[in-house]
């Protein structure tokens, strides 16, 4: 495989940092607002998470077509096309006052952001690849530093009572400017293909896709989602469960998950010397659930605002490997390239968090936040069990490989 020279490694390695940092900061900006959102539209919980998750189709889109964008025109060119779309979705949510119309918002905004991470994390892949070490953990970890440093930002703009439309023209300007240009510093269209990972041999098509792809698209699916409902919903239990004075806090569990998240994510790189990727994953869905649902019934207990933050923190921990371990994953299954893999495990993936974002709407409705939360815990722990799975598919693969003769590497195959 080509190597990269190591100035332009460190250049592209800069590039995707300073990237998926600013992708963290875009996507949460709104996350402490999103009390001021549902008055601003006039909804209640039910008919958030119809909006929330309906709007999730726009991400489907992207799923069909972003790898062959890839292919004719590389990543960073279409991250910094896609770029665009979502900087406009941003600045358009505080002007909105119309249910429909924000549902439209965020629809279109999902498709951008769908695109936007489709290729953003093929372009990382691709680079771990050439650099033979796992990366992905400190690239999802500067999403993380991201995510965790815009909720802090809000919340202590909102303790300023600055106005939501003043802060929705900084920060997607601010964000623009970054993926333009450190988009412009990422690996270009030719030295990706340079070697990044071998063409299939034989295009497999849906139905045939490798069992093994749809055990990673469930296990996607288990790691994200509790992430994804603390990013929707923590900001309305702190407000529904501890009262509107707890307002300008409402932000700080998720800010202390991320920041949790973060240290972890950062460890993953030194600590996959010694444990694999999905071992690490496994034994962070056990216990990160544990710590999560010990964090909802904190909340029942005086003082329990305090405890929360401190059980959210240790299930940040947990989370830290779910994703980068799936995404990892995605570019070793054989018979696909790791554009095609994230691809098709993005839209099983998107397909069910559509649907699971409205069932949790309606169980928050139903039973109340507190009970609605068991949902992402079970999810949260599903995960653990899927990364088990993962970790001795991985292991039986490497062994597979190292005995492979001819030592030019195995024949792509599909496992069915």
């Known amino acids: 495989m080509p190597a990269i020279a190591p100035k332009r490694a460190k250049s592209a390695q800069r590039a995707l940092l300073a990237i998926f940092f600013t992708q963290g900061f875009?996507?949460?900006?709104?996350?402490?607002?999103?009390?001021?959102?549902?008055?601003?539209?006039?909804?209640?919980?039910?008919?958030?998470?119809?909006?929330?998750?309906?709007?999730?189709?726009?991400?489907?889109?992207?799923?069909?077509?972003?790898?062959?964008?890839?292919?004719?025109?590389?990543?960073?060119?279409?991250?910094?096309?896609?770029?665009?779309?979502?900087?406009?979705?941003?600045?358009?949510?505080?002007?909105?006052?119309?249910?429909?119309?924000?549902?439209?918002?965020?629809?279109?905004?999902?498709?951008?952001?769908?695109?936007?991470?489709i290729a953003l994390n093929s372009q990382a892949?691709?680079?771990?690849?050439?650099?033979?070490?796992?990366?992905?953990?400190?690239?999802?970890?500067?999403?993380?530093?991201?995510?965790?440093?815009?909720?802090?930002?809000?919340?202590w703009l909102m303790s300023l009572s600055l106005d939501f439309k003043i802060q929705m023209i900084i920060v997607p300007?601010?964000?623009?400017?970054?993926?333009?240009?450190a988009g412009s510093k990422l690996l270009t269209h030719d030295e990706e293909r340079g070697g990044a990972e071998p063409k299939p041999t034989k295009k497999a098509s849906w139905l045939k896709s490798p069992t093994y792809l749809w055990v990673l698209a469930i296990g996607l699916f288990a790691g994200m989602w509790p992430e994804l409902v603390i990013m929707d919903w923590s900001a309305l239990f702190v407000q529904e469960i501890y009262g509107v004075e707890y307002t300008s806090l409402a932000g700080v569990p998720y800010a202390v998950l991320g920041a949790t998240m973060?240290?972890?994510?950062?460890?993953?790189?030194?600590?996959?010397?010694?444990?694999?990727?999905?071992?690490?994953?496994?034994?962070?869905?056990?216990?990160?659930?544990?710590?999560?649902?010990?964090?909802?019934?904190?909340?029942?207990?005086?003082?329990?605002?305090?405890?929360?933050?401190i059980f959210f923190g240790l299930a940040g921990f947990g989370l830290a490997p779910q994703v980068p371990s799936s995404y990892s994953a995605a570019g070793h299954v054989r018979g696909l390239s790791t554009a095609q893999a994230l691809s098709r495990i993005s839209l099983v993936n998107a397909l069910v968090v559509m649907i699971a974002k409205v069932f949790m709407g309606s169980l928050a409705q139903g039973f109340g936040l507190q009970w609605a939360f068991a949902f992402p815990i079970a999810m949260y722990f599903l995960a653990g069990v899927v990364s088990g799975y993962v970790a001795k598919h991985s292991k039986r693969q490497a062994q597979e490989d190292a005995t492979a003769y001819p030592p030019t590497g195995p024949i792509s195959s599909l496992n069915s």
């Open 262 to 309: 973060v240290v972890g994510r950062f460890s993953i790189s030194a600590l996959t010397k010694r444990w694999h990727i999905a071992t690490l994953a496994q034994w962070g869905g056990i216990y990160g659930s544990i710590a999560m649902a010990l964090g909802i019934v904190s909340s029942l207990l005086p003082g329990g605002f305090v405890l929360q933050c």
């Open 26 to 117: 875009a996507a949460m900006s709104t996350l402490p607002r999103i009390p001021e959102i549902l008055n601003q539209i006039s909804v209640v919980f039910a008919e958030w998470g119809l909006i929330i998750g309906l709007s999730g189709v726009g991400s489907l889109l992207p799923l069909i077509f972003t790898n062959q964008l890839v292919l004719r025109f590389g990543t960073s060119i279409v991250i910094r096309l896609s770029a665009f779309g979502i900087t406009l979705s941003l600045f358009s949510i505080p002007w909105i006052t119309n249910a429909a119309l924000m549902f439209f918002v965020y629809l279109a905004q999902a498709l951008m952001f769908s695109t936007f991470n």
């Open 125 to 155: 892949v691709a680079f771990q690849k050439k650099q033979g070490r796992v990366l992905l953990g400190t690239l999802h970890g500067a999403w993380s530093v991201g995510a965790a440093l815009t909720t802090t930002f809000t919340g």
């Open 173 to 181: 300007t601010f964000c623009l400017l970054v993926f333009q240009f």
